[in-house]
């Protein structure tokens, strides 16, 4: 797991940074969140969720056992 950190840390700060227009949009621009991000966006960033959350999971369980 502590090898894990440092891309724990830059997935999390991707996502945290790109939230706001995930859920917003932007609104500057008058440009809807489909307007941003691709198909293969929205993969990348569930591949990368469901990657941290299994590092993340992982340390619950054995810190638990």
Sequence with gaps: FLNSLTSIRETVRRL???RGLA???????????????SREDALEALRLAEETF???????TDWTS
């Design 23 to 37: 859920m917003y949009g932007d609104e500057t621009a008058l440009k809807p969140p489909s307007a941003l991000f």
């Design 16 to 18: 945290a940074t790109l």
């Design 54 to 60: 299994g590092l993340c999971k992982r340390l619950v």
